[in-house]
């Protein structure tokens, strides 16, 4: 194994590394919720499967890289749309900020004439390592199988004629790389093809299904708050190599276009773990755990036909899924979906059907007066029995069985000051044997944001409240400076007022980039105070770690990470986050408990790419 | 028993003429507050509580400059006569450069209490401060280790603030602050200055809601400072007198 490593790193040392930081500074500065680990997923397929300019049917998918605003987006499309461009350059004559096109640059492309896209060969490498201390007992114990050390490497390279490669492999802490008689853990290898004649995408592998607004299928990418006030569905399938346990499916899709229709059929054959319900944990350390390990079959073989017309488009597609979790061995899943765009008004809605009886409906209109407000209105509806398990609209209740009625207003006062107000109303769909039996509740959500080159401030706050139950009012606050050129210092405020409590996190983090930017310095403190409610910590970027965590209780934490660019084509990272609770003597139970108050997690990275 | 000392917390004032003393009187001394005096300097302030108890809080302390480099000692002690906790601290700063300052309080803590055994502890805070021509902002991380006595009876706070200068008169001040002990506070400040003799400042936490005022009268090297605030659980009067050496 320790070959294959060396091999690898040998192999791709002649590349440049990749650096989402521009990125993900823009998401934390927009609307922190939007961060997680699946967004890097997206933009490293973007690098390596950039979008087409001139393809108008691809065009739309830079939505996909959430790394514009509504605005810059409307500019882009409907200038590709109305011309075929010569260079990406061009777009710099367009009302946009050249920092917005400096974050897309990677992830788009003009085709130069008689030139293959995959003339030039694409590679990139990670190689991640993690631990923590002190051990937890199921080390200690040797009831884990495994290492106590989190492993990750993932490559992607472009082969000939259109074709890429695409490999990731991960194992948790305790887990071993290999299960002595269920073979490799958490592998993937995916095989890629694009093409420019009618066959557009072949995928053989792990991929994502999103189909229409996500009420059956959506398992890319997809931020699930009502803020995502116009989502506009952009692929069906979507290779990923997300170290995802769960949510993903396995097996070959194929897309081909005829003219303005799409065509695509999907097959997915794979184990789910679990015995009662599905075990979406993905820790298979003990061996007790191992027992859950791909249990149940499931296998899903769908078709997709999509017709672009003008501003038109419309969808079917009909899906036959099988699951041995479920009595009812096979279903079949219809999902018709529409949008249109007349000026500027866009309708859009998804309704889909389970074995003509169940179903579920998603309406939406939104409307823009100029350029700077926005208005959409929403109608949603699921029955109780709906196919349940890989939806990805937004819900309410955590089942997604309601119907609600949704509507939400954003103005741009000016190029600094934005405004955004939600209003959620929904009802259950599921009974409960208590009254009342279909509660009801309301949500509203409000944001107010100022941005300027060297600030940015935003005060949010949310209201929920579900009938019987406690209402809770949550404030944030976030402001962050430009101290100078190389240094960016943000503060986070959190406040979650649950009847009379209070519960509040306090997080200062801080940024420095040397002056050549070859290294970077980033230092995070929190310090939080709950009791039932937990509060999200997010550290600075890091690459290919996962820097957040849910908190409850007292304590704080604290994490430094340095990265450095040794060469053009070689990156590596280090990080060291601790975390102290002041409400408790040990930290967690069973295996996975610590014997102390305090613990600290080493992350360490080495990046590569052509 | 220390989570009693920060409802003293106040936000306090920086202004420019006063060579930063007012920083001085802090219950939460953050070291970048050191950075700038260029004169040694003795003070003392003390706040009452509670007279009939005798509860207070107190501290004396001495800034001056080894080998061009500015540090303070000071000794703070708060409790009454069945019940005193006592801190030994040594603070310096550091300029990373012409705008940005960085820190570090050693503190000794020692808690008698009377029928029991005295207790000792050891621990260390961090400042960060950065200055533009007319604003500053601070952080200050107290106790981040969670070093204690016994278990989690010493205060750990993080405390991030902001003030904003007018003009050459007139400032504001804001302060966020997390404690593991009493939670979330949030406070501000206004303050003016006249003639570079007379202060006032008014002071208000928000959560939870407290107020106050302060002024400050100075003649020569001798600086005097008076404050009343409504605390949450009592009302509080302190006095504070700073004196500065003679440069030689």
Known sequence: ?????????????????????????????????????????????????????????????????????????????????????????????????????????????????????????KASGYFGLQFQTPQRNGTLNREYIGSPIKSHLRYRTTLKKGWSLGLNWEKDLGEPLWYTDEGANNITLNLIYKGEGNMRKVLLGKYDISIGEGLLFGTSYRINNPYFLNYKPTSITKSTLSSKEYNYFEGAAAQWRIRNTNLNIFASHQNL????????????????????????????????????????????????????????????????????????????????????????????????????????????????????EYRSDYSSFSNGYESAVYYAFQHNFNKKWLFRLTFDHFKSNLIKTTEPHFPKGNKILSDLMWISEQRKFTLQYQYKNIENLNYINKFRLFYQEELSDRIRWNTKLNLIIEKANIYSSLQSNYYWKSLNEKNKVNFSFCLFNTESESIYWRAPYFYGSYNSRFLTGKGNTTSLSFQKKIDRSLKAGMQITQINYYDREVIGTGNEMIDSNSKIEFSVYLKWKN | MMKLIQLTCVLMGLFAHAQNTENLLKTHFNPTHLQGFETNIVYSRVTIFNREFGLHDSKIASIFKLQDRPFQVAYQQYGYEHFKESKYSISTVQNLNSKMNLGVNLNFHHLGITDSENLKALSFDIGYSYKSEKYEIRLFLENPLNSKYIENDLESRFIVSGEYYWNSNLFSGLQLEESIHTGFKASHQFGYSYKD????????????????????????????????????????????????????
């Open chain 1, 273 to 388: 773990n679990g015995k009662s319900s599905i075990d979406k944990s993905g820790l298979f350390r003990t061996k007790t755990e191992l027992e859950n390990r791909k249990t149940f079959e499931e296998n899903l073989i769908g078709i997709q036909l999509e017709r672009h017309h003008k501003q038109n488009t419309f969808s079917w597609a009909g899906i036959v899924y099988n699951s041995e979790f479920y009595e009812t061995k096979n279903r079949f899943l219809q999902s018709f979906y529409a949008s249109n765009n007349y000026y500027n008004i866009t309708y859009s809605g998804e309704f889909v059907l389970q074995d003509l009886d169940d179903w579920a409906t998603l309406q939406k209109l939104d409307i823009s007066v100029s350029d700077n407000s926005l208005f959409s209105v929403q109608f949603r509806s699921r029955s109780d029995s709906l196919f349940n």
């Open chain 1, 1 to 121: 194994m320790t070959r294959f490593f060396s091999i690898l790193l040998l192999v791709n040392l002649s590349c440049i590394a990749q650096d989402f930081t521009r990125q993900w500074i823009y998401l934390e500065t927009i609307d922190e919720q939007k961060l997680n680990a699946d967004i890097v997923d997206v933009w490293e397929y973007y690098i390596q499967n950039p979008i087409n300019l001139n393809d108008s049917t691809e065009l739309y998918r830079i939505r996909e890289l959430n790394l514009l605003s509504e605005k810059e987006l409307n500019l882009i499309t409907s200038h590709c749309q109305s011309q075929q461009l010569i260079s990406i350059y061009q777009l710099q004559t367009l009302d946009i900020q050249i920092e917005a096109l400096k974050r897309i640059k990677d992830f788009i492309y003009i085709p130069i004439k008689n030139k293959p896209i995959t003339a030039t060969n």
């Open chain 2, 197 to 248: 003799y007379l202060s006032l400042s008014i002071l208000q936490s928000i959560h939870p809601l407290e107020y106050g005022f302060r002024v400050a009268y100075k003649k020569e090297r001798v600086q005097l400072y008076s404050q009343y605030q409504i605390l949450t659980w009592t009302n509080s009067t302190g006095f504070a007198l700073i004196y500065q050496l003679a440069n030689d």
